[in-house]
Protein backbone atom coordinates (compact mmCIF):
# COMPACT_ATOMS: atom_id res chain seq x y z
CA UNK A 1 0.00 0.00 0.00
CA UNK A 2 2.48 2.95 -1.06
CA UNK A 3 -0.44 5.46 -2.16
CA UNK A 4 -1.26 8.23 -0.24
CA UNK A 5 -4.19 8.91 1.73
CA UNK A 6 -6.43 11.28 0.29
CA UNK A 7 -7.46 15.10 2.13
CA UNK A 8 -10.77 15.20 1.14
CA UNK A 9 -13.06 12.46 -0.34
CA UNK A 10 -16.41 14.44 -2.12
CA UNK A 11 -19.97 13.03 -2.63
CA UNK A 12 -23.03 14.47 -3.97
CA UNK A 13 -24.12 15.96 -0.50
CA UNK A 14 -21.03 15.44 1.86
CA UNK A 15 -17.61 15.86 2.29
CA UNK A 16 -15.11 13.64 3.63
CA UNK A 17 -12.15 16.07 5.37
CA UNK A 18 -8.96 14.24 7.09
CA UNK A 19 -8.81 14.76 10.84
CA UNK A 20 -5.66 16.30 11.35
CA UNK A 21 -4.32 16.73 14.89
CA UNK A 22 -4.50 20.39 15.55
CA UNK A 23 -7.00 22.47 17.76
CA UNK A 24 -9.46 23.55 15.69
CA UNK A 25 -10.20 20.32 14.65
CA UNK A 26 -10.00 19.06 18.35
CA UNK A 27 -12.47 21.87 19.27
CA UNK A 28 -14.83 20.43 16.33
CA UNK A 29 -15.30 17.28 17.04
CA UNK A 30 -15.40 17.89 20.52
CA UNK A 31 -18.16 19.75 20.66
CA UNK A 32 -20.14 17.06 18.30
CA UNK A 33 -19.28 14.66 21.00
CA UNK A 34 -20.13 16.38 24.42
CA UNK A 35 -23.50 17.67 23.12
CA UNK A 36 -24.09 13.83 21.80
CA UNK A 37 -23.21 12.04 24.79
CA UNK A 38 -26.50 10.35 25.51
CA UNK A 39 -26.60 8.78 21.81
CA UNK A 40 -22.80 7.85 21.90
CA UNK A 41 -21.78 6.70 25.57
CA UNK A 42 -23.70 3.14 24.92
CA UNK A 43 -21.78 2.23 21.67
CA UNK A 44 -18.70 3.95 22.16
CA UNK A 45 -16.26 3.43 25.29
CA UNK A 46 -14.35 6.49 24.40
CA UNK A 47 -17.10 9.15 25.11
CA UNK A 48 -16.18 8.76 28.68
CA UNK A 49 -12.30 9.26 27.90
CA UNK A 50 -13.72 12.58 26.18
CA UNK A 51 -14.19 15.36 28.88
CA UNK A 52 -12.59 18.22 27.31
CA UNK A 53 -11.12 19.71 23.99
CA UNK A 54 -7.51 18.58 25.17
CA UNK A 55 -8.68 14.95 24.72
CA UNK A 56 -9.88 15.18 21.52
CA UNK A 57 -6.55 16.68 20.77
CA UNK A 58 -4.25 13.84 22.45
CA UNK A 59 -6.89 11.23 20.29
CA UNK A 60 -5.85 13.09 16.74
CA UNK A 61 -2.27 13.03 17.91
CA UNK A 62 -1.99 9.40 18.70
CA UNK A 63 -4.08 7.87 15.91
CA UNK A 64 -1.76 9.81 13.31
CA UNK A 65 1.08 7.66 13.70
CA UNK A 66 -1.21 4.70 13.05
CA UNK A 67 -2.15 6.71 10.28
CA UNK A 68 2.13 7.61 8.96
CA UNK A 69 2.23 3.75 9.09
CA UNK A 70 -0.62 3.13 6.69
CA UNK A 71 -2.80 1.20 9.53
CA UNK A 72 -5.73 4.10 10.14
CA UNK A 73 -7.55 6.76 8.25
CA UNK A 74 -10.38 8.74 9.78
CA UNK A 75 -11.91 11.14 8.42
CA UNK A 76 -14.61 13.93 9.86
CA UNK A 77 -17.88 14.49 7.70
CA UNK A 78 -19.24 17.87 5.96
CA UNK A 79 -22.48 18.78 5.15
CA UNK A 80 -22.67 21.97 4.14
CA UNK A 81 -19.34 22.51 5.42
CA UNK A 82 -20.64 22.01 8.89
CA UNK A 83 -19.10 18.51 11.06
CA UNK A 84 -21.36 15.86 11.49
CA UNK A 85 -19.36 12.91 12.96
CA UNK A 86 -16.93 10.55 11.74
CA UNK A 87 -16.20 7.61 9.50
CA UNK A 88 -12.48 5.70 10.10
CA UNK A 89 -11.15 2.71 8.21
CA UNK A 90 -8.61 0.91 10.92
CA UNK A 91 -6.84 -2.14 11.26
CA UNK A 92 -6.05 -1.72 7.64
CA UNK A 93 -3.55 -4.74 7.05
CA UNK A 94 -1.78 -5.09 3.64
CA UNK A 95 -1.14 -8.89 3.72
CA UNK A 96 -4.82 -9.97 4.33
CA UNK A 97 -6.15 -7.39 2.49
CA UNK A 98 -8.34 -6.30 4.63
CA UNK A 99 -9.52 -3.61 7.31
CA UNK A 100 -12.65 -2.25 9.42
CA UNK A 101 -14.77 0.79 9.25
CA UNK A 102 -16.63 2.82 12.28
CA UNK A 103 -18.60 5.62 11.94
CA UNK A 104 -20.70 7.74 14.20
CA UNK A 105 -22.86 10.86 13.47
CA UNK A 106 -24.52 13.63 15.17
CA UNK A 107 -27.91 13.39 16.25
CA UNK A 108 -29.16 16.43 13.81
CA UNK A 109 -27.75 14.52 10.86
CA UNK A 110 -29.38 11.50 11.14
CA UNK A 111 -31.66 9.70 9.01
CA UNK A 112 -30.70 11.60 5.89
CA UNK A 113 -28.48 8.94 4.41
CA UNK A 114 -25.52 10.87 5.27
CA UNK A 115 -23.87 8.46 7.14
CA UNK A 116 -24.17 5.64 4.07
CA UNK A 117 -22.76 8.32 1.72
CA UNK A 118 -19.97 8.58 3.58
CA UNK A 119 -19.85 4.73 4.06
CA UNK A 120 -19.98 4.58 0.27
CA UNK A 121 -17.19 7.34 -0.48
CA UNK A 122 -14.91 5.51 2.01
CA UNK A 123 -15.39 2.05 0.63
CA UNK A 124 -14.94 2.66 -2.71
CA UNK A 125 -11.39 5.03 -2.26
CA UNK A 126 -10.11 1.61 -0.38
CA UNK A 127 -11.67 -0.81 -2.75
CA UNK A 128 -10.47 0.86 -5.74
CA UNK A 129 -7.21 2.41 -4.72
CA UNK A 130 -5.72 0.75 -2.09
CA UNK A 131 -5.87 -3.30 -2.55
CA UNK A 132 -8.16 -4.37 -0.20
CA UNK A 133 -10.34 -7.12 -0.77
CA UNK A 134 -12.76 -7.15 2.54
CA UNK A 135 -13.90 -4.58 4.70
CA UNK A 136 -15.88 -5.59 7.83
CA UNK A 137 -18.42 -3.14 10.45
CA UNK A 138 -18.43 -4.79 13.92
CA UNK A 139 -21.53 -3.05 16.13
CA UNK A 140 -23.45 -4.06 19.25
CA UNK A 141 -26.20 -6.08 18.09
CA UNK A 142 -28.52 -3.64 20.01
CA UNK A 143 -26.98 -0.55 17.45
CA UNK A 144 -30.29 -0.85 15.52
CA UNK A 145 -28.70 2.35 13.49
CA UNK A 146 -25.17 1.36 12.86
CA UNK A 147 -26.46 -2.58 11.42
CA UNK A 148 -29.01 -0.15 9.02
CA UNK A 149 -26.29 2.01 7.54
CA UNK A 150 -24.13 -1.66 7.11
CA UNK A 151 -27.05 -3.50 5.37
CA UNK A 152 -28.38 -0.66 3.27
CA UNK A 153 -24.25 -0.25 2.34
CA UNK A 154 -24.62 -4.25 1.18
CA UNK A 155 -22.64 -5.49 3.62
CA UNK A 156 -23.28 -9.18 4.41
CA UNK A 157 -23.76 -10.19 7.88
CA UNK A 158 -22.08 -12.44 8.70
CA UNK A 159 -22.37 -13.66 12.41
CA UNK A 160 -22.72 -12.85 16.10
CA UNK A 161 -19.36 -12.88 18.42
CA UNK A 162 -20.85 -13.95 21.50
CA UNK A 163 -19.76 -11.88 24.34
CA UNK A 164 -17.33 -9.92 22.78
CA UNK A 165 -16.30 -7.08 24.98
CA UNK A 166 -17.48 -5.77 28.60
CA UNK A 167 -20.00 -2.68 28.06
CA UNK A 168 -19.78 -0.50 31.18
CA UNK A 169 -22.65 1.43 30.27
CA UNK A 170 -24.90 -1.89 29.79
CA UNK A 171 -22.90 -3.68 32.93
CA UNK A 172 -22.81 -6.95 30.92
CA UNK A 173 -21.20 -8.58 28.50
CA UNK A 174 -22.22 -7.74 24.90
CA UNK A 175 -22.53 -9.58 21.47
CA UNK A 176 -21.23 -7.97 18.65
CA UNK A 177 -22.25 -8.28 15.15
CA UNK A 178 -20.27 -8.32 12.07
CA UNK A 179 -20.79 -7.29 8.47
CA UNK A 180 -18.62 -7.58 5.80
CA UNK A 181 -18.28 -6.55 2.40
CA UNK A 182 -15.75 -8.61 -0.38
CA UNK A 183 -14.26 -6.32 -3.08
CA UNK A 184 -16.11 -8.76 -5.66
CA UNK A 185 -19.46 -7.62 -3.94
CA UNK A 186 -18.55 -3.90 -4.41
CA UNK A 187 -17.18 -4.68 -8.23
CA UNK A 188 -20.73 -6.47 -8.65
CA UNK A 189 -22.71 -3.48 -7.12
CA UNK A 190 -21.13 -1.17 -9.29
CA UNK A 191 -21.78 -2.81 -12.79
Wanted: charge should be neutral.
Amino acid sequence: MTKDFKNELIGERIVLKRTYPNLETAKVIFEAIDSNRDRLKPWFPWEKLTLKVEDSLKYLFNKEEKTKNKEKLEYGIYVNNEYAGNIGIFNINKDRKSAEIGYWISSSFVRKGYMSEALRLLEKEFFENFDINRIQIKCDEENIASMGVAKKCGYIFEGKLREERYGEYFDSFRNAMVFSKLESDFKQENQ
